[in-house]
């Protein structure tokens, strides 16, 4: 009998996941946002999508082959989700060499830097994205109008919510919001970053997710839930009465990058906490830190940084949120 | 539907392969090894020398010690050695090495098919038949029955849980004993009850089976069992002696050295309550047992009534045999069983079945980096870190390792089941937990040795 037993310690079956189809199914997610995109600013958005990735791709090949050494971990696909969110953070005008800047930034510091995938502290894709709005502001917050056909301008070039900042420091929080057009900002029909506009997109995306087990609903729902609290509280305690009260909270949610960055950036596995527990300390984090810059701060977003701040939190909340122990409350 | 708290996972059950073959008997065996360490504890002490003469049902091994189970000859014939011989893992082993000769039965063994439900035996009768009989637990981890049964000092029994879940995919010898022999099965359970004098007696069985809730339901029903069917809903590892008892009472048994006892709840296998009527109603050693053959490529997959010593390449062949090219046979169900390298071994007490991998599922999967996915952490029904005991692990951070309670670790296998890196993390904590346990034991050895 020509057998080689095969003798390697239980469990003897794996289940079908390995990080490149997780990979794929986060691609598979981001999908939606990246058509709707396409739809309402044209084929540009493609462009700078493909430019984003190759350059991710290219940059983490050549690190790995010249400086890392080993087996090549593009094949992971993990750096075609950076380059795709990457991309997402950029307006439709950015030039292309402002790109290559981002994504060797992303991979090059934010990532391959610490030793690859799974040893980053911080997002690669936010690392590159905050790099550039700091680096490059103008280009960074020139935003193009939709170009697709039915749109009525009714911000004049400026996002939503850059144009409620400018407002909110002598208006009140009704007629700061008064010109916001609720579907629109549902269905991505506003000025802003190519991925984070098409609210109803990135929902199906997180939906598409949470079934394939790529993701809880942790992190998205706590962020969520803080910014819409969050929000509810300021206009509240702010003397404000009638529809605002939960037009401000739907507009903070629809807005600017927070269902962008609560489905698909906060939930990045190497830079999120462990447990459920920490998840919620993690995301509750995101949320306040959002909303306080984006209310207070110098910054009419402030998704990006928060996330990045709760990223460094995380070892600690890995330290000390424990899972739920079995046995530790014993019934009688 | 009921289920166990925190964890698990949900590989596909390929219960398909085997569950619908009723039970066959398996043609005698020229030659049976039989080793002398088959349960938990001490190794039994061998009562034959070779050219001895054997019958069916003889007790050829006594239990040596509190925790060890008698041994008996499941064939008859003639005792040609008591010597080392290699095991599924090729380690050498102390077995008695039986030649057949017929098949003459110790003449107290009733061997008719009638049931006997009167059973008017005191509980401590009952508790020595099962000794003598050399019953131990047969789902796999061969806790000496009688040891379990004996309730320590200040404990109370209070539930007496049937283990009839077989969450291990492939497995279906538990399965097939409740659908073809449950009433037997019930009287089992009824016994054991009595032995330990409990309140509350629960079969739990996975609702992946619902053909045998049916079957245990209804013979309840017609012949009046003051015993419970609990439909639970299907997980792994709810077969997990914690699990079970947290599934069907809500109750959670602490963290080592506490023990089921300590939450009033004895755990018993399904396939184990038969062998129990077995023993007390017809005085029948246990010296067989029903083992599953299955794999996805096994011709004829099976589910056939064995004498223990019986080599597995016999239930190989009698699936259809292997394949070319590379294979793991693996002595239990893929979750906890053990891949072997002699299948020339025999087939023991613990063994509920073999299932067999061939080609690319006979391999693990490749190794990449931890990308920290959590669902390690998750899957965890101990609610322990996988990550992060596989790292203090590799560090030998022995005194963190213990903090993070590594001693809780079932070795179920989840977490490396369902990490997406592939890593070996099992390996690691298992290695970490046995060190942790020596380190455990020495610390009270000299505790002791102070006083």
């Known amino acids: 009998m020509a057998n080689k037993f095969i003798a390697a310690p239980a469990p003897h079956m794996h289940n079908p996941h390995s990080t490149q189809s997780l990979m794929r199914d986060v691609i598979i997610a981001l999908l939606p946002a990246l058509a709707v995109s396409a739809w309402v600013y044209g084929l540009d958005v493609l462009k700078i999508t493909a430019i984003a990735i190759t350059s991710c791709v290219v940059v983490e090949f050549l690190i790995q082959k010249l400086f890392i050494g080993g087996r090549q971990t593009v094949s992971n696909l993990s750096a075609i989700v950076t380059g795709l969110l990457l991309a997402f953070n950029l307006p439709t005008t950015i030039p292309w060499w402002i790109i290559v800047v981002g994504a060797v930034i992303a991979i090059g510091v934010g990532k391959m830097t610490y030793g690859g995938l799974g040893k980053n502290p911080f997002n690669p894709a936010l690392v590159g994205r905050v790099f550039l709005l700091i680096a490059y502001p103008v280009q960074m917050t020139t935003f193009s109008q939709p170009t697709v056909a039915g749109y009525v301008d009714a911000m004049s070039g400026a996002t939503p919510l850059a144009s409620v900042k400018s407002l909110a420091g002598d208006a009140s929080f009704a007629e700061a919001i008064g010109g916001v057009d609720f579907t629109n900002m549902l269905y991505g029909m506003m000025p802003g970053s190519m991925g984070e506009i098409a609210a109803l997109a990135l929902i199906v995306g997180g939906l598409y997710m949470l079934w394939r087990k790529v993701i809880t609903w942790h992190i998205p729902v706590s962020i969520l839930c803080t910014m819409a609290l969050f929000a509810f509280a300021v206009v509240f305690f702010g003397g404000e009465r009638g529809a605002v009260l939960y037009e401000f909270p739907a507009f903070h949610i629809l807005a600017g990058g927070a269902l962008l960055g609560a489905i698909f950036m906060a939930t990045d596995y190497v830079t999120s906490p462990m447990t459920h527990k920490g998840m919620i300390i993690y995301g509750i984090g995101i949320g306040a830190i959002t909303m306080i810059i984006r209310l207070w701060g110098a910054y009419p977003e402030g998704m990006s940084f928060a996330i990045l701040i709760m990223n460094g939190v995380t070892p600690l909340i890995n330290k000390y949120v424990k899972p739920r122990r079995f046995g530790k409350t014993s019934a009688k | ?451």
């Open chain 2, 1 to 451: 539907m009921k289920t166990f708290p925190i964890g698990g996972v949900h590989p596909s059950d390929n219960k398909c392969w085997s569950k619908d073959k009723a039970i066959e008997v398996l043609e005698l065996p020229d030659v049976v090894n039989i080793p002398l360490a088959q349960h938990i504890g001490a190794p039994a002490t061998a009562k034959v020398a070779k050219g001895d003469k054997v019958l069916v049902g003889q007790l050829i091994a006594e239990a040596t010690g509190f925790m060890s189970a008698n041994i008996h000859s499941s064939v008859s014939g003639t005792v040609t050695a008591v010597d080392m011989v290699p095991n599924g893992q090729g380690i050498r082993q102390m077995m008695i090495t039986i030649k057949r000769e017929g098949d003459e039965w110790m003449p107290e063994i009733d061997r008719s098919k009638d049931i006997v439900r009167e059973c008017s035996l005191e509980p401590q009768a009952i508790i020595a038949k099962i000794k003598q009989a050399g019953i131990v637990g047969m789902g796999g981890a061969t806790f000496p029955t009688h040891v379990k049964l004996s309730i320590p000092q200040g404990c109370v029994a209070e539930y007496l849980i049937i283990n009839g879940v077989e969450c291990e995919p492939f497995l279906t010898s538990d399965h097939r004993n409740m659908l073809e022999r449950g009433e037997e099965l019930l009287i089992g359970v009824e016994i054991i009850a009595k032995a330990l004098g409990v309140k509350h007696t629960v079969v739990g069985v996975e609702n992946n089976k619902p053909d045998a809730i049916a079957n245990l339901k209804k013979i309840i029903a017609e012949k009046g069992f003051d015993i419970k069917v609990e439909p639970l809903k299907v997980q792994y590892p709810q077969g997990g002696e914690k699990q079970l008892i947290a599934a069907v009472t809500g109750r959670q048994v602490p963290p080592p050295p506490a023990l089921p006892i300590h939450v009033g709840a004895v755990v018993c296998n399904a396939s184990t309550s038969l062998a129990v009527y077995e023993a007390v109603q017809k005085n029948k050693p246990l010296i067989e047992r029903v083992v599953t053959i299955t794999g996805e490529t096994m011709a004829t997959p099976r589910n056939l009534l064995t004498r223990m010593g019986t080599p597995i390449s016999k239930l190989v062949e009698m699936g259809g045999g292997l394949v070319e090219g590379d294979v793991k046979v693996v002595n239990g169900g893929p979750m906890m069983g053990r891949a072997m390298v002699n299948i020339d071994s025999p087939v023991t007490k613990g063994c509920s079945g073999i299932t067999v991998f061939v080609g690319k599922k006979a391999h693990r999967v490749a190794v990449d980096d931890c990308i920290k996915c959590a669902k390690c952490v998750e899957a965890c029904p101990m609610g322990l870190e996988p990550y992060l005991l596989i790292k203090l692990s590799e560090r030998q951070m022995w005194d963190r390792a213990e903090q993070e309670r590594i001693p809780d670790c079932i070795e179920c296998g989840c977490c490396q089941y369902t990490c997406p890196a592939g890593l070996p993390l099992l390996d690691y904590v298992r290695l970490a937990k046995q060190t942790v346990m020596g380190i455990i034991r020495a610390r009270a050895a000299a505790e002791a040795a102070k006083k």
